[in-house]
């Protein structure tokens, strides 16, 4: 059952960070502005996209946490 969660959550994460639109590719590491005219990597979440981001990070330590329960049991 723990494995099931797991993998579950695990799939969460990925979509979640999937969804996390940020800029892509060789332009964003080089620091190429994007198309909607932000200059810098740190901009204010606002909306949708802080309820993404906190929901990653919940998702990130419950998935965390049930590898460490597996890893220990």
Avoid: K, N, P, W
């Avoid at 979640?16 to 198309?35: C, F, K, P, T, V």
Wanted: charged letters at 10%.
């Amino acid at each position: 059952m723990l494995s099931i969660i797991q993998v579950i959550s695990a799939i969460v994460l990925v979509v979640l960070i999937l969804l996390q639109e940020r800029s892509s590719g060789l332009s964003g590491l080089m620091g190429a502005s994007d198309s909607s005219g932000g200059g810098g990597v740190y901009q204010a979440r606002r909306g949708a996209e802080r309820i993404i981001f906190a929901a990653t990070i919940g998702s990130l330590v419950v998935f965390v946490g049930l590898s460490l329960v597996q890893l220990l049991s």
